[in-house]
């Protein structure tokens, strides 16, 4: 991945330039077409994501709770826990994403004191 599209997203502001292109290493992207569950409620949690293009909705327990698009990010709680997806995410739209693992999002992204307070703010509202 291209560390100019981590300067299109705002979630990465926080980063510094220098350390963007070590993120983009550990980052791939994703399309997906409409309809791709992304995320399964109940599964176990992966990989963190970032959308750069297209809309997703958030549904749980089969009730709709959120609707997402650029700049969104989800799967921000299997970083800080250990429990199961609290929700599924599904393409509304074909969807360009941000996908980091795990391991690479602790090492990289939750080193960036901002970038991880924005991500643990996150995970505290849906828990």
Do not use: W, Y
């Not at 300067?7 to 990465?12: A, E, H, I, Q």
């Not at 926080?14 to 070590?22: E, F, I, N, V, Y």
């Not at 993120?23 to 990989?47: I, M, N, S, W, Y």
């Amino acid at each position: 991945m291209f560390p100019a599209v981590l300067n299109t997203v705002p979630f990465f502001d926080a980063l510094l330039k220098r350390s963007r292109p070590g993120v983009a290493r550990l980052a791939d992207e994703l399309e997906v077409p409409a309809g791709t569950h992304v995320t399964k409620q109940g599964e176990c949690a992966g990989a963190f994501f970032v959308i750069l293009d297209g809309t997703a909705e958030v549904v749980k327990d089969g009730e709709r709770v959120a609707t997402l698009g650029p700049g969104d990010f989800f799967g921000e709680i299997g970083h800080f826990s250990s429990i199961s997806r609290v929700a599924a995410v599904i393409a509304l739209s074909r969807m360009r994403l941000l996908v980091v693992a795990p391991q690479e999002f602790r090492t990289q992204v939750h080193s960036v004191c901002s970038a991880a307070e924005r991500v643990q703010a996150a995970a505290a509202a849906t828990a």
